[in-house]
């Protein structure tokens, strides 16, 4: 124990309740917890924050936040719903697939659709998407993570079908949680640069 603890820290993770799979608990705690994280890591950011480029050419936290729900809606939709391309996730978000503006083109200027959006209207691209996640994966039992599903993936820079991919639920889940962690952490930088560069 550390000089000045009071007495030995816990840390522990348990499958959330409400899910037919406790696999698939686990991994929606984690991804809650990360979700929880970044949510706090977030508070106080305005505007302009959300919507400064460090260069032109980059993405801004807003448009990462963006990011990560539409992705989130995306797979959710493409694999746990097991829906077949096209498909769009604007009913969910009020965001199209390509909303986010990413991959942005060299030298270009953020998305122009997401500037002088609060704090707020991320968040709630966040929690809706999380929300739909946690309705499909309810449903799922131990037999459906491993349950491989063909798609056509499209190529994110020209939304041209690639060949064939094989995925499953678990893998979907697993990609769901590291993508947000990747993100988060680019968001954390991005938080530093943005004050860094105020002063």
């Known amino acids: 124990m550390l000089p000045g603890m009071n007495g030995p820290t816990r840390h522990s993770l348990e499958p959330l309740p409400g899910f037919r799979s406790?696999?698939?608990?686990?991994?929606?705690?984690?991804?809650?917890?990360?979700?929880?994280?970044?949510?706090?890591?977030?508070?106080?950011?305005?505007?302009?924050?959300?919507a400064w480029q460090c260069a032109p050419g980059m993405n801004t936290i807003g448009m990462l936040l963006a990011h990560i729900a539409i992705v989130e809606a995306f797979w959710t939709r493409l694999v746990l719903e097991d829906r077949p391309m096209p498909f769009e996730v604007r009913d969910l978000l009020g965001l199209g697939l390509d909303d986010d503006g990413m991959?942005?083109?060299?030298?270009?200027?953020?998305?122009?659709?997401?500037?002088?959006r609060e704090l707020a209207f991320f968040d709630g691209l966040l929690a809706r998407a999380r929300a739909h996640t946690h309705a499909i994966a309810a449903a799922l039992d131990d037999a459906d993570l491993a349950r491989e599903i063909v798609r056509e993936h499209p190529n994110p820079e020209t939304r041209e079908a690639r060949s064939g991919r094989t995925v499953t639920p678990r893998w979907t889940?697993?990609?769901?949680?590291?993508?947000?962690?990747?993100?988060?952490?680019q968001i954390l930088l991005l938080r530093h640069q943005h004050r860094v560069a105020r002063g």
């Open 173 to 185: 889940l697993y990609h769901l949680l590291e993508h947000e962690a990747g993100h988060y952490g």
């Open 22 to 50: 406790r696999e698939v608990g686990l991994f929606l705690a984690q991804m809650d917890d990360q979700s929880r994280r970044l949510n706090a890591d977030t508070r106080g950011l305005d505007a302009p924050a959300l």
């Open 103 to 116: 991959p942005l083109p060299a030298g270009a200027p953020a998305a122009a659709g997401l500037a002088g």
